[in-house]
Every structure is written in structure tokens, then in C-alpha cells.
């Protein structure tokens, strides 16, 4: 049996420890959606969407629905204008899941392959790929993993 003296010392353990257990409990992580109205477009209006001109003045714009507690997992929407990008000096960088709203891209690897991904497809691009990637427009969902 136990004595007072270690039920004493088991019951003030488990008080100090509940503070700790309880908060990450109490810690509620919920999914995060994109409606359909979202994606029509709704997203864009967003306060957190991020525009931007690029060097050869494309414009895009952007939402991250979500990033992970490891900072290394994230998503979003995106929208971009037309645009040619040589990216044949460095591989890409980061690894990405791309699936295409409206628009289409085409992507040509350092071998000469070609590939060309349309509204309601999707494509990967390893971050080890180089390229040509080039567009009339599209908006795509993007979900992007970077060990970095």
C-alpha cells in the first residue's frame, strides 16, 4: 500500500503536471477550408492576399491558407498574369503540389521534355527540377513542402 507520504507526493506531482497536459488539451486545431467560394475567387479579396509585380512585370497574387507548426508545410491559392520563367541556372528550390483552377502552364525540363498542365489538372515539381516555366495565366491551389 502507500503511504501518506507518497500519496501526498503523487497527488502534488499530478497538480503540477496538469498545468501542462491541460494547456496542450485545451489547444483546439481545426482544418482549414477553401469553400467553393473561395475558390472562385473569394480568397483573392482577402486582407492577407498578397500582391506583387515581378521583375518583368507580371503580376501575382497570393493567399497562404495554412501553415504548419514546423514552418515547413504550407498552402494556399495563387494567381499569376502571363509569364516566361527560366529557372535552368537552379533547381526550384522547394517541392510542390499544384492543382490548376482556370489557366494552364507549360513545362519544359533541362532534357527538352515538354509537359503542359490545364485547368483541372495537377502536377508535382521536386525541388531538384530546372526548367522553363511558361503561362497565359492560371490560379491554382499549391501546397508546398520545404525541409529548409
Avoid at 482544418?31 to 503580376?59: C, E, W, Y
Avoid at 489538372?121 to 527540377?129: C, N, R, S, Y
Wanted: overall charge negative; glycine content about 6%.
Amino acid at each position: 500500500m502507500f503511504s501518506k507520504l507518497k500519496l501526498f507526493c503523487l497527488l502534488i506531482y499530478a497538480v503540477l503536471l496538469l498545468p501542462v497536459v491541460a494547456d496542450d488539451n485545451l489547444k483546439t486545431v481545426l482544418p482549414i477550408k477553401m469553400s467553393n467560394t473561395d475558390l472562385a475567387g473569394d480568397m483573392f479579396k482577402r486582407p492577407d492576399m498578397r500582391p506583387q509585380t515581378h521583375v518583368d512585370g507580371h503580376k501575382t497574387e497570393s493567399v497562404t491558407s495554412m501553415i504548419s507548426s514546423d514552418g515547413k508545410y504550407y498552402s494556399g491559392i495563387y494567381r499569376s498574369e502571363a509569364t516566361r520563367i527560366d529557372i535552368t541556372e537552379r533547381p526550384y528550390g522547394v517541392n510542390e503540389f499544384m492543382y490548376f483552377l482556370s489557366g494552364s502552364v507549360t513545362l519544359t525540363s533541362i532534357d527538352g521534355s515538354v509537359m503542359t498542365i490545364h485547368a483541372g489538372e495537377a502536377v508535382t515539381l521536386p525541388k531538384e527540377w530546372k526548367g522553363i516555366f511558361e503561362t497565359d495565366g492560371y490560379e491554382k491551389i499549391w501546397v508546398i513542402y520545404s525541409d529548409e
